[in-house]
């Protein structure tokens, strides 16, 4: 009776058919369901990249300005003249102190976030560092250009507050200085710390909220003094999400040829390279050697973020 | 337990905190403000602070701009294309990926995340260097390959999770009570992961819209809003028009991304979650 029950299909349709060789082949439906992204990334994405690593070994001839397609180490061997070198380093500079002053700023807000905001806060939190982390990346930048103009709200607001000297002062310091804040490091890593410090927000608040609060207690009950706490106790365990946070800021920064575009001084670094390489030079091998830098850069990155767990605080 | 709550709730956060978080959100909101600010200037040549005079004049002015509209419309259509071919293929992902285990998986998800991971430049310098090896030329398609590629990723984070929360109960139960595999698709994981796709898509949609690191290289003479707003950064040719129109991005982008939390946020009622 049960055994017919069972044997008996409850309908014949060719739909339920295919529904049910589906269900009972689980690879079979994995692979429907994996092909077409699979595909779709495969050739347009992986692709590209290819071809982009493809272009690298080739070089371009220093005459005619046409590209030569023989396999060629030669212009990789340009990226470590000295001016390229020199651009590589300043990027790699660049986006390390965007990377650790994100840090600084990010932390306060994801701490308070997971440790004291509750209910209607929290959601306004979250709120608070997800508007700016989504609105729109032109505009952001664009605030900036309006802020650090020399006739702009920065250095009125300076003014006002009687700090002009120290703003001149810190615009006359070799290196981080120059003839004005939009044309200054201080200027550029200023925008890019305003573009990415709420990408540093998310993963250290997620990490943070994993941290025991009796584990703080107890710290501080074994006589560690609050600063001490933070050192040994929650800095650590609050480490992941710093590095997942970091694969962000550092990414992005390297990456970046628009900011440095319109704040910050006239040398170049990485990103604008690989544009006018690509664009007015017409030099695409040299262009494509100088993108897989940062592939490099970031797949140390990435390798030495896997091993602290970083990516479970993605 | 009771008593480390009583303990917690004394003792605060303690001032430093509480300054260093207040400076950390006023840092990342104040400057949105001038832009809405400066929107109003009636200084067309400087950015003048404070602003000399205010004047609704600019509005009327970008809003009779054919440039500006035109922009936009093939911004906007390039950004629901994407969304759309993002929300299935990155569903898709989703689903194959929330509960398997196989061989490959991780080198399959690393894919997935790879085309945010990456430098946006190297995408866009890869994809235009594939177009030239293979002829293509550049038209309203070549920018919605290049973002959809991106957008995936996001729908795909988004439907993940929620599959994760979703109960394979539900599933089973559907299916003990009769229904095939499209019938329990359609009647039971759809409703439950609706809300998901939803906020996937508009936070693909507000991503492509803004997108334009990438777009530079996939678009040719063509100009998406962000292109235009990037012309006119480096070579101002009106900046009052340029204040409005980035007055009209952040309201454009903040719905999208208001309306994704609000579907997404914790404690939002779900159907088959597991609790």
Known sequence: ???????????????????????????????????????????????????LLAQSVFSIDEFSGTVVYQPTLKTYAELFSPANLDIIIRTIAVSTVVTLLAVIVAFPIAYYAARYARGRMKALFYVAVMMPLWSSYLVKVYAWKLLLAKEGAVGWFMQAAGLSGALDAWLSTPIVGGPSLSVSYTGMVLVFLYLWTPFMVLPVQAALERVPVTLIQASGDLGAKPSQTFCHVILPLAAPGVVAGSIFTFSLTLGDYIVPQIVGPSSLILGQVVYTQQGTAGNIPLAAAFSVAPVIIMGVFLTIAKRTGAFDAL | MR???????????????????????????????FIILYAFSN?????????????????????????????????????????????????LAAAALARATFFGREAISLLFVL???????????????????????????????????????????NAIARFRRLSPSMIEASMDLGADGFQTVRYILLPAISTAL???????????????????????????????MLSELIRPHQRPVTNVVAVAVIALTALPILAAYYWTREGAPIAGAER
């Open chain 1, 1 to 51: 009776m049960i055994e017919a029950a069972l044997s008996a299909p409850p309908s014949d349709s060719p739909l339920r058919r295919v529904s049910d060789v589906l269900v009972r082949r689980r690879g079979l439906l994995l692979a429907l369901l994996l092909t077409p992204p699979l595909l779709w990334l495969g050739i347009i994405y992986l692709g590209a990249l290819f071809a």
């Open chain 2, 3 to 33: 008593s480390s709550r009583e303990r917690q709730s004394k003792e605060g956060p303690p001032l430093g905190l509480r300054l260093g978080a207040a400076a950390g959100l006023a840092f990342l909101h104040l400057p949105l403000a």
């Open chain 2, 43 to 91: 200084e067309d040549r400087s950015f003048e602070f404070p602003p000399p005079g205010y004047t609704l004049r600019w509005f009327g002015v970008a809003w009779n701009r054919p440039d500006i509209w035109a922009a936009l419309g093939l911004s906007i259509r390039v950004a629901l294309v994407s969304t759309a071919l993002a929300i299935v293929l990155g569903t």
């Open chain 2, 115 to 157: 085309p945010i991971a990456l430098p946006g430049i190297v995408t866009g310098i890869a994809l235009r260097s594939a177009f030239n090896l293979a002829d293509i030329s550049f038209s309203f398609w070549t920018i919605v390959l290049g973002h959809a590629t991106f957008c995936i990723v996001v729908v795909y984070n």
């Open chain 2, 198 to 228: 939803l906020a996937g898509g508009m936070l693909a949609f507000a991503l492509s819209f803004d997108e334009v690191i990438v777009t530079t290289f996939t678009a040719g003479q063509q100009q998406t809003l962000p292109i235009w």
